[in-house]
Antibody
Framework: QVQLVQSGGEVKEPGASVKVSCKAS????????ITWVRQDPGQGLEWMGW????????KYAQKLQGRVTMTSDTSTSTAYMELRSLRSDDTAMYYC??????????????WGQGTLVTVSS | DVVMTQSPLSLPVTLGQPASISCRSS???????????LNWFQQRPGQSPRRLIH???KRDSGVPDRFSGSGSGTDFTLRISRVEAEDVGVYYC??????????FGGGTKVEIK
């Protein structure tokens, strides 16, 4: 069965960076992409970006451009999301979800369990 | 970016009664390939989102048939024919037609009266 297992929660100081992993199993990693979505505490869902598992192509949310990098390691079927220059308003639950490989249409059938990132001094 | 507007914000429902959630997009969601990429997600307290409906009306595997989706163009609806206790949570619509970005509605909280 398809599974996406994310890394554990993180506590970071403002200005630091965080790297969240999303390990996929149960399907061919290179045949799909990964979309990252975050959710502020008690708030709605926000699209962060997408990476193709096939060729590593990426698309990022405009508001995060320059601070976010999404990468993948096909040898371990793992996607990564790195967010730099963290601010308090980056405190959120971060989710990965399986998507298409050639570009997203928001398939998002399978989701990770979420990773809570807390930014606090 | 396409703006997705959901209503109501909160929906108290009596067990066994129907519920309906509206979602409107700022642009038509008909893609050039002829599909309409409008999905509905359920998020129970403390859980990851779960996709219920894709492409307006296609129910995902394992989703009870009391859930149904309808609509076209810019107006869409999620209906629950008879609300059960396990349906409590927040429901989101999301468009994928005009990607990037994917955009979500603000959510509708379904609770039991």
């Amino acid at each position: 069965q398809v599974q996406l297992v994310q890394s554990g929660g993180e506590v970071k100081e403002p200005g630091a960076s965080v790297k969240v992993s999303c390990k996929a199993s149960g399907y061919t990693f290179t045949s799909y992409g990964i979309t990252w979505v975050r959710q502020d505490p008690g708030q709605g869902l926000e699209w962060m970006g997408w990476i193709s598992g096939y060729n590593g192509n990426t698309k990022y949310a405009q508001k995060l451009q320059g601070r976010v990098t999404m990468t993948s390691d096909t040898s371990t079927s793992t996607a990564y999301m790195e967010l730099r220059s963290l601010r308090s308003d980056d405190t959120a639950m971060y989710y990965c979800a399986r998507d298409r490989s050639g570009g997203s249409a928001g398939e998002l059938l399978h989701w990770g369990q979420g990773t809570l990132v807390t930014v606090s001094s | 970016d396409v703006v997705m507007t959901q209503s109501p914000l909160s929906l108290p429902v009596t067990l066994g009664q129907p519920a309906s959630i509206s979602c409107r997009s700022s642009q038509s969601l008909v893609h050039s390939d002829g599909n309409t990429y409008l999905n509905w997600f359920q998020q129970r307290p403390g859980q990851s989102p779960r996709r219920l409906i894709h492409r307006v009306s296609k129910r995902d595997s394992g989703v009870p048939d009391r859930f149904s989706g309808s609509g076209s163009g810019t107006d869409f609806t999620l209906r629950i024919s008879r609300v059960e206790a396990e349906d409590v949570g927040v429901y989101y619509c999301m468009q994928g037609t005009h990607w990037p970005p994917l955009t979500f509605g603000g959510g509708t909280k379904v609770e039991i009266k």
